[in-house]
T-cell receptor
């Protein structure tokens, strides 16, 4: 099983550039999430989705956009990259919310210079 | 709103010694509580979780945690540390379905 797959693993952007972080899962999970991880800060929820066509903001959504056209895919879009978006981004999925465990991808290291 | 506090951003123990990683939470409703582990350059993996029932929860790799409502704590323990336990550990709470993570504790195991 592939589980949760994120691409790319590393990326360097210039200020103002845009890019899409890809996330796909093959477990038929309804719930999908995007987190960012900054040193000493834990993981912060950016956006989440409870099913195809349904997305909602998390704790730190500013500067990001998402879409969920299929159950499998949940891309994260950065429109105008800023240095404050330098971080490690993790995509995760679960069958439902609440008590169910999250399955994480291996992360995308993004630097904005 | 819920929150999680992990006491100690770095903990060092000798191989074979007790591991104790501290986690306190706040939640307006009975919470679900989790411990996740992150090895270098990897995503997080679930160690154990508390939902309802028995307050002592056993997880993978010999770890366990006890939910203490009166102390709003969910500390993670392992009787004997192994070199392979070196990683970052995150406590998380989920009263409403969205996980809130603590800031993490980096565990170093000394030979």
């Amino acid at each position: 099983n592939a589980g949760v797959t994120q691409t790319p693993k590393f990326r360097i952007l210039k200020i103002g550039q845009s890019m899409t972080l890809q996330c796909t899962q093959d477990m038929n999970h309804n719930y999908m999430y995007w987190y960012r991880q900054d040193p000493g800060m834990g993981l912060k929820l950016i956006y989440y989705s409870v099913g195809a066509g349904i997305t909602d903001k998390g704790e730190v959504p500013n500067g990001y956009n998402v879409s969920r056209s299929t159950t499998e895919d949940f891309p994260l879009r950065l429109e105008l990259a800023a240095p404050s978006q330098t971080s490690v981004y993790f995509c995760a999925s679960s069958t439902t919310g609440g008590a169910e465990k999250l399955f994480f991808g291996s992360g995308t290291q993004l630097s904005v210079l | 709103a819920q929150s999680v506090t992990q006491l100690g951003s770095h903990v060092s123990v000798s191989e074979g010694a007790l591991v104790l990683l501290r986690c306190n939470y706040s939640s307006s409703v009975p919470p679900y509580l989790f411990w996740y582990v992150q090895y270098p350059n990897q995503g997080l993996q679930l160690l154990l979780k508390y939902t309802t029932g028995a307050t002592l929860v056993k997880g993978i790799n010999g770890f366990e945690a006890e939910f203490k409502k009166s102390e709003t704590s969910f500390h993670l323990t392992k009787p004997s540390a192994h070199m392979s336990d070196a990683a970052e550990y995150f406590c998380a709470v989920s009263p409403f379905g969205q996980l809130t993570f603590g800031s993490g504790t980096q565990l170093t195991v000394l030979p």
